[in-house]
Antibody
Framework: QVQLVESGGGVVQPGRSLRLSCAAS????????MHWVRQAPGKGLEWVAV????????YYADSVKGRFTISRENSKNTLYLQMNSLRAEDTAVYYC??????????????WGQGTMVTVSS | SYVLTQPPSVSVAPGKTASISCGGN??????VHWYQQKPGQAPVLVIF???DRPSGIPERFSGSKSGNMATLTISRVEAGDEADYYC???????????FGTGTKVTVL
């Protein structure tokens, strides 16, 4: 079945790095843009980044630009989020989500279960 | 940056209609998407491109737009509709996706 599974979350100290992965299955991964969306505890949804289906276009929220990098390996059906210089305010559940198109349109019809990232000393 | 404003909460009796608004500058020129999120679960897309429903979403869910406001309408509300609802747009001027502030729907 169509599925996204995130991994790589955990507890990390401020200023350190973490890489999240999102394994896709059940659909043609290379046909869709992919997003990362996060949700801080008790807060609303915050869009983080998106990458086009072929990886040629990447866009970031202002809050993470210059610190986070989104990438994908279509041969491995996997999406990544490299997070550097982590801050306490990056603490959140991170979801990967499939866009409904190859170029970003915003609407995400498939979501993973999320992985928790806690930034704390 | 682009901002989408939603009411923090909406209360509705079972069987009645709930309307959730989403306001944003020049929203009339954007496609609006809506998500339902229940506690401890990932969001679920319930409306895309302002008024289209994904397969599996009940016809009770509908979307519309008028002026600078988009609206998600839930007809014949059921207890299982109790959740947080978020609107979203793709802002092509900044190449950013933006989520609304979220609305908690309580079924009385």
């Amino acid at each position: 079945q169509v599925q996204l599974v995130e991994s790589g979350g955990g507890v990390v100290q401020p200023g350190r790095s973490l890489r999240l992965s999102c394994a896709a299955s059940g659909f043609s991964f290379s046909s869709y843009a992919m997003h990362w969306v996060r949700q801080a505890p008790g807060k609303g949804l915050e869009w983080v980044a998106v990458i086009s289906n072929d990886g040629s276009n990447k866009y970031y929220a202002d809050s993470v630009k210059g610190r986070f990098t989104i990438s994908r390996e279509n041969s491995k059906n996997t999406l990544y989020l490299q997070m550097n210089s982590l801050r306490a305010e990056d603490t959140a559940v991170y979801y990967c989500a499939r866009d409904i198109a190859g170029r970003p349109r915003g609407a995400s019809d498939i979501w993973g279960q999320g992985t928790m990232v806690t930034v704390s000393s | 940056s682009y901002v989408l404003t939603q009411p923090p909460s909406v209360s509705v009796a079972p069987g009645k209609t709930a309307s959730i608004s989403c306001g944003g500058n020049k929203i009339e020129s954007k496609s609006v998407h809506w998500y339902q999120q229940k506690p401890g679960q990932a969001p679920v897309l319930v409306i895309f491109y302002t008024s289209d429903r994904p397969s599996g979403i009940p016809e009770r869910f509908s979307g519309s737009k008028s002026g600078n406001m988009a609206t998600l309408t839930i007809s014949r509300v059921e207890a299982g509709d109790e959740a947080d609802y978020y609107c979203q747009v793709w802002d092509s001027s900044s190449d950013h996706s933006v989520f609304g502030t979220g609305t908690k729907v309580t079924v009385l």
